[in-house]
Antibody
Framework: QLQLQESGPGLVKPSETLSLSCTVSGGSISSSSYYWGWIRQPPGKGLEWIGSIYHTGSTYYNPSLKSRVTMSVDTSKNLFFLKLRSVTAADTAVYYC???????????????WGQGTLVTVSS | QSALTQPPSASGSPGQSVTISCTGTSSDVGDYNYVSWYQQHPGKAPKLMIYEVSKRPSGVPGRFSGSKSGNTASLTVSGLQAEDEADYYCSSYAGSNVYVFGTGTKVTVL
């Protein structure tokens, strides 16, 4: 059964870079049928798609975050990463990683999800 | 892109049905049959309940169903049970590997 687990600092200072990793277990990150995504949820608010990455390194970002986001992948370790630069308090959220069904373009959904990790931006 | 619009809340008594709407545009919901729905209990990660507008993943009860008309998708929960009380989010593919989520609906079982 595929599982995803986020990890990274729970506290980041304003103007610094938020860095998270997501470990994929029970399956290969190099599968041609899936992308790998990041989604966040500010406390008490809704979900926001941050971006997705393919095992080849192709990336797709939310236009509203594109200038500050970088995603990368390490296929040898079955890991993918998120970096969000110049963070402010508005970036405080639970950050989830998820598998994004792709199927060569014939399917599009998020499943499964990691348990999420709370990142607080504060000095 | 803007978030898809959902009603903030919906409610029903046990055994009744509740329907949640998800309104987008002709560039997302209206253009693709890639609407999915997620259930989120407090403090938990979202769980896929419906994909491709109306398909149910294995293990999701048959009382959950989805549909779409134009730019609006809907999730119906029939025969409400106490464990269905949760937040529900829709999501739509918006082209070019971009996705958008709905604003979320809190379902209360009275």
């Amino acid at each position: 059964q595929l599982q995803l687990q986020e990890s990274g600092p729970g506290l980041v200072k304003p103007s610094e870079t938020l860095s998270l990793s997501c470990t994929v277990s029970g399956g290969s990150i190099s599968s041609s049928s899936y992308y790998w995504g990041w989604i966040r949820q500010p406390p008490g608010k809704g979900l926001e798609w941050i971006g997705s990455i393919y095992h080849t390194g192709s990336t797709y970002y939310n236009p509203s975050l594109k200038s500050r986001v970088t995603m990368s992948v390490d296929t040898s370790k079955n890991l993918f990463f998120l970096k969000l630069r110049s963070v402010t308090a508005a970036d405080t959220a639970v950050y989830y990683c998820a598998r994004v069904a792709y199927c060569g373009g014939d399917c599009r959904w998020f499943d499964p999800w990691g348990q999420g990790t709370l990142v607080t931006v504060s000095s | 892109q803007s978030a898809l619009t959902q009603p903030p809340s919906a409610s029903g008594s046990p055994g009744q049905s509740v329907t949640i709407s998800c309104t987008g545009t002709s560039s997302d919901v209206g253009d693709y049959n890639y609407v999915s729905w997620y259930q989120q209990h407090p403090g938990k990660a979202p769980k896929l309940m419906i994909y491709e507008v109306s398909k149910r993943p294995s293990g999701v009860p048959g009382r959950f169903s989805g549909s779409k008309s134009g730019n609006t998708a809907s999730l119906t929960v029939s025969g409400l049970q106490a464990e269905d009380e949760a937040d529900y989010y829709c999501s739509s593919y918006a082209g070019s590997n971009v996705y958008v989520f709905g604003t979320g609906t809190k379902v209360t079982v009275l």
